[in-house]
């Protein structure tokens, strides 16, 4: 008797409890008045949406704020907002979208940016100087919005009349204006009020992008076509960005066609995806330099002999076939990603990594060391022996690590990986005071190489001076580069970083980071390739998504 | 009426314990919320956003017993906080986005397990020395030890990619409005096969063998074996005699259960893409989401003590013993 009454009343209390969660569920999947009868009026039967799935992260929040942290993920960078012009870091592509063109003055220290006339912003009004001013004096209001810094470069922004703006700058530094111009531009109507900006919760997102927010719920946020969009209506009318908690069953929508657009990383991406069907695509393009970071601090590696060796140890092909599904090519000496090199490529430098592990022995012996009783390179009795760091989980560079070792013992280095705790890794690649002796990570891109060099190599500022570099010759240049426009000296300066990091070896450039992509061009055509490498191809990288957008048409 | 009384103490009592130990344990986790989503952005982001975030998290410097006393009283007004991952969404918003899913097919698979799996020692209990007897709680344990994802997987390879009778992702699907409508609730079925499969296989195990020892014990008592010689059929000494007596550890079981059901199937939901609160947890402790953990962890102690408590109640019903302290 007494458990079956314990029973129902388990089985009841859980249906209840479910079903108050679902009408919670419906009730939080707000619909946006604007979208919503919008939505009834483009009933668009016959063109199914284009489904985007970016990265998987988990179900989505209900914030369309610019500075959300999903932002890569959700697209409204680029979809909704617009910066004045668009730097590709990936192409070097520059693509104008809210301005028309800039032009510095004033020995570079001011630059004037011509906006772009009739833009209007998703709610019928029109988009003037006055919002671009007003976004720069949010970000000087709220130091947190400012996430590039402006405001240490910048000393005023003036509107010049209602299409015209021109920022003065505190010194010379011809290479911020991407950053400058690359910043999204936020409507100063729906802004105005809310104060700090990044602690606004936006769900009825006004912008002047190619698309409006027509739906969303934690599963699924979808987007249509903006019919007044200043670049014309988009082609493909509605965009569905569907949520994923891991890679399982993001692989296998895919490989069901359920997805058109993706920036997941596939094992074996031939049998998995590309062999069901002959309009699944892919392709990945050369996105960073992955680098093994030398702190040159620590005893041994600050000797320049030791670097060599282990560059010639390392076998960077069997690090791009096996560590990364050879889904990569082997880096250059130059640190140029291949997008740069034409512009950018110093002469005189190696073009290419070799491997001689002969030479790496000759080296180390030349410079004084001496193998010991263990076969390790020895020097007043310290062995060459460093630790390497890795976050656990990054499948492929643990791989890469566990091979790097093994190469190296045949030159007798002898390395401990060190895998750590993806929170330990980033707090030990970010403190001031570095916390490794050797470590795999990424470099930072940007529009030009000097973006990585001066992340990399300068000693005051650098964001990612992961060695610890303090060269004066090399900081000269950065500062060369940075106060001129004129390329002639841009390209003298950027040799010099080149040459450094080719015979320096302060770090050793391993192989390109991929930028993930996989398409499926059956129902839409005009997508990045290698032939026609337009702009930066990945879902997740804002602005640049809808760039590609903008570039789709049906299949005829 | 003393034996309540002791009881709603201990709860009260269990509740504070929980409460604070809440508060001190995230803070003693190494690392800096802020360097891990700079971290997770990989280069794309500037440095001086790193600082921006540090500010934006409100990195605060009092003293610890002034965030104490801050902290109770933002429980008791319902105010977790705002998540550092989902910056500035409340972490209330999360919370409530998720529960009811995995409330409803943890829930709900829990439920099917404990009720299936008991029947199931009973069917045991009955049929025992027949092959049955040992096949069942061999397969059983097979999936309880395999990982949850490992079988999820299986599930959603088979029948989700396969054969396509099931969906392969997602808690509804994009074509539906959620709220009280038939489509929304029948696809809310509809993909809530796999996941509750999921979570059933690889908990009923553990409730068929219990039932069967408990059975199996009881079996052995001196009253059923005189019930048996005075001739009961043999339904009415598995079902009114035993069973009925075997189930009471069962109940304490189920207590436990049902305060874990919050705790979500992170294996599952992450295979599925089922928008569950293990998800949104595992991600608030691997990202250290100060707010996110602590309202989460708060929600799981007070489910699980609230459980108990009611089961405690329930129990002093069901078996006279532990209301009299054992005494005769």
Redesign the interface.
Same mark, same amino acid.
């Given at each position: 008797m007494?458990?079956r009454t314990?029973?129902m009343l388990?089985?009841s209390t859980?249906v209840l409890?479910?079903l108050?969660?679902?009408?919670?569920?419906?009730a939080?999947?707000t619909t946006h008045a604007l979208a919503a009868s919008m939505t009834m009026k483009r009933a668009i039967a016959n063109e199914k949406p284009l489904v985007i799935l970016a990265s998987?992260v988990?179900?989505w929040?209900?914030?369309f704020?610019p500075w959300?942290?999903?932002v890569?993920d959700t697209g409204q960078i680029g979809l909704i907002y617009q910066p004045l012009e668009y730097f590709d870091a990936v192409t070097t592509a520059k693509v104008p979208l809210l301005s028309t063109g800039y032009s510095w003055s004033n020995g570079y220290k001011t630059l004037t940016a011509n906006l772009r006339h009739g833009v209007k912003w998703s709610n019928g009004s029109a988009f003037t100087s006055a919002d671009v001013v007003f976004t720069f004096q949010e970000l000087k209001k709220y130091?947190?919005?400012?996430?590039?810094?402006d405001w240490?470069v910048l000393s005023s922004v003036v509107a010049k009349g209602p299409y015209q703006v021109q920022f003065n700058f505190k010194t010379v530094n011809v290479p911020y204006a991407s950053?400058i111009l690359g910043q999204y531009i936020i409507p100063k109507q729906q802004f105005a009020n809310l104060g700090d900006p990044?602690?606004?919760?936006i769900k009825n997102p006004i912008g002047t992008g190619p698309y409006i927010l027509q739906s969303f719920?934690?599963?699924?946020i979808?987007y249509y076509a903006n019919p007044q969009y200043w670049g014309g209506e988009p082609a493909v009318r509605t965009v569905?960005y569907?949520?994923?908690?891991?890679n399982?069953?993001?692989d296998?929508?895919l490989?069901?066609s359920?997805v058109d657009w993706a920036g997941i990383f596939i094992p074996s991406i031939q049998a998995v995806y590309a062999s069901k069907s002959p309009y699944h695509k892919y392709w990945f393009p050369a996105g960073?330099v992955t680098m093994l970071y030398t702190n040159m601090s620590v005893p041994g590696l600050n000797d320049y002999a030791v670097r060599e060796a282990m560059s010639l140890a390392i076998n960077r092909t069997q690090l791009a076939n096996e560590g990364e599904y050879g889904y990569t090519t082997v880096a250059l000496p130059s640190g140029l990603l291949p997008s740069q090199v034409s512009e950018w490529q110093a002469s005189g430098l190696p073009s290419a990594f070799t491997m001689n592990d002969q030479k790496a022995e000759q080296i180390l012996m030349k410079a004084g060391y001496k193998k010991d009783s263990s076969g390790i390179f020895a020097k007043d009795g310290k062995e060459l022996s460093f630790t390497m760091q890795v976050p656990t989980g990054w499948t492929d560079w643990d791989t890469d690590v566990s091979l790097m070792t093994q190469e190296m013992a045949q030159v007798g280095i002898k390395i401990v990986p060190e895998v750590e705790a993806?929170?330990?890794?980033?707090?030990n690649?970010?403190s001031p005071k570095k916390q490794y002796q050797l470590v795999i990570s990424?470099?930072?891109?940007g529009p030009s190489p000097f973006f990585l060099f001066n992340?990399m190599f300068n000693p005051k500022?650098g964001?990612?001076n992961e060695s610890e570099v303090n060269n004066p010759q090399v900081t000269t240049a950065l500062t060369q580069f940075s106060s001129s426009g004129s390329l002639a000296v841009q390209k003298s300066a950027l040799a010099v970083m080149q040459k450094y990091l080719a015979t320096q070896l302060p770090g050793l450039p391993l192989f390109y980071g991929s930028t993930w992509y996989e398409y499926n061009d059956q129902n839409y055509t005009g997508w990045p390739t290698a032939a026609n490498p337009y702009i930066d191809p990945a879902p997740y990288n804002s602005v640049s998504q809808a760039i590609v957008l903008m570039h789709l048409k049906p299949r005829t | 009426m003393r034996y309540y009384i002791n009881k709603v103490g201990f709860l009260l009592i269990s509740i504070w314990a929980a409460i604070t130990i809440n508060f001190i344990l995230p803070r003693m986790m190494?690392?800096?919320p802020a360097?891990?989503? @700079? +971290?997770k952005?990989? +280069?794309?982001?500037?440095?001086?956003?790193?600082h921006?975030?540090m500010?934006?998290f409100g990195f605060s410097n009092a003293p610890w017993y002034i965030q104490y006393f801050q902290y109770l009283g933002n429980i008791i007004t319902g105010h977790f906080g705002?998540s550092y991952?989902? @910056?500035?969404?409340h972490v209330k918003?999360?919370i409530?986005?998720?529960?009811?899913?995995t409330?409803?097919a943890v829930?709900?698979a829990t439920?099917l397990a404990a009720?299936i799996g008991t029947f199931g020692g009973i069917f045991i209990a009955w049929i025992r020395g027949s092959f049955l007897e040992k096949a069942i709680p061999i397969v059983g344990m097979f999936f309880q030890a395999t990982p949850a994802?490992w079988t999820a997987?299986m599930l959603?390879?088979f029948f989700?990619?396969d054969l396509s009778i099931f969906p392969?992702?997602?808690?509804?699907g994009?074509d539906v409005?959620? +709220?009280?409508n038939w489509p929304?609730?029948s696809s809310?079925i509809d993909h809530g096969v796999l996941p509750v499969a999921t979570v059933f296989l690889t908990g009923v195990s553990g409730w068929i063998v219990g039932m069967r020892a408990n059975m199996i014990n009881t079996l052995g008592e001196d009253y059923v074996i005189f019930a048996e010689a005075k001739g009961v059929s043999k339904a009415r000494l598995m079902f009114s005699y035993t069973a009925?007596n075997a189930?009471l550890p069962q109940?304490t079981s189920?207590a436990i259960a049902?305060g874990m059901i919050v705790n979500g199937s992170i294996l599952m939901?992450?295979?599925?893409?089922?928008?569950g609160i293990g998800?949104?947890l595992n991600?608030a402790v691997?990202g250290?989401d100060y707010p996110m953990v602590q309202g989460m962890f708060l929600i799981i102690a007070l489910c699980v003590l609230f459980a108990n408590f009611i089961v405690d109640l329930?129990y002093s019903?069901?078996d006279p013993r532990v209301r009299t302290g054992g005494a005769n």
């Open positions: 007494k458990k314990i029973g388990g089985a859980a409890v479910a108050t969660g679902f009408s919670q569920v419906g939080s999947a998987p988990g179900p929040t209900d914030n704020s959300s942290n999903e890569g130091p947190d919005a400012d996430g590039n810094g240490n950053y990044t602690k606004a919760i719920n934690s599963q699924d979808t569905e569907p949520a994923f908690s891991g399982d069953s993001a296998l929508a490989a069901k359920q960073d993806q929170s330990t890794y980033f707090s690649i970010f990424w470099t930072n891109p992340s500022g964001s990612f | 190494p690392g800096n360097e891990i989503i @700079f +971290g952005f990989q +280069g794309r982001l500037q440095p001086s956003a790193l921006a975030m500010i934006e705002i991952s989902y @910056f500035p969404v918003t999360i409530e986005q998720s529960l009811p899913w409330l409803g829930g709900i439920l009720i994802n997987f959603l390879f989700g990619f392969m992702y997602h808690g509804f994009s409005t959620p +709220g009280f929304f609730i809310v009925r189930l109940v189920l049902i939901e992450t295979e599925f893409s089922y928008p998800f949104q991600n691997s250290e329930l019903r069901l």
